[in-house]
Nanobody, 130 residues
Framework: QVQLVESGGGLVQAGGSLRLSCAAS????????MGWFRQVPGKEREFVAA????????YYADSVKGRFAISRDNAKNTVYLQMNSQKPEDTAVYYC???????????????????????WGQGTQVTVSS
């Protein structure tokens, strides 16, 4: 099992940037595909971005493609989400997730799973003002 702790959330104006970090416990961090999800009240948690075990592959939701960048440092057991050109619709609680499955990355595409397919962090609030 892996434990995840997010940080870096806050309030930012539209067009601004934030960088989220997620620190993982344990010695098996590099064995997990890592992802970021977000959720607003009354809506389902939605996929934002994923990164392969080595960090060589990334995958994004269309809504953030070109604006957000996911990265990881396996030596530091940390995954990051750089959010640029932010929009009010990016306002949400952002969750870091470790994918428990094998085979979720196929031919360069990432297939997100259900809630129970992941280990989750506690979430960090991101608010983008207009």
């Amino acid at each position: 099992q892996v434990q995840l702790v997010e940080s870096g959330g806050g309030l930012v104006q539209a067009g601004g940037s934030l960088r989220l970090s997620c620190a993982a416990s344990g010695r098996t961090f590099s064995s997990y595909v890592m992802g970021w999800f977000r959720q607003v009240p009354g809506k389902e948690r939605e996929f934002v971005a994923a990164i392969s075990r080595s960090g060589g592959g990334t995958y994004y939701a269309d809504s953030v493609k070109g604006r957000f960048a996911i990265s990881r440092d396996n030596a530091k057991n940390t995954v990051y989400l750089q959010m640029n050109s932010q929009k009010p619709e990016d306002t949400a609680v952002y969750y870091c997730a470790a994918d428990r499955r094998v085979g979720s990355w196929i031919s360069g595409s990432y297939y997100s799973g259900s809630y129970h397919d992941y280990y989750w962090g506690q979430g960090t609030q991101v608010t983008v003002s207009s």
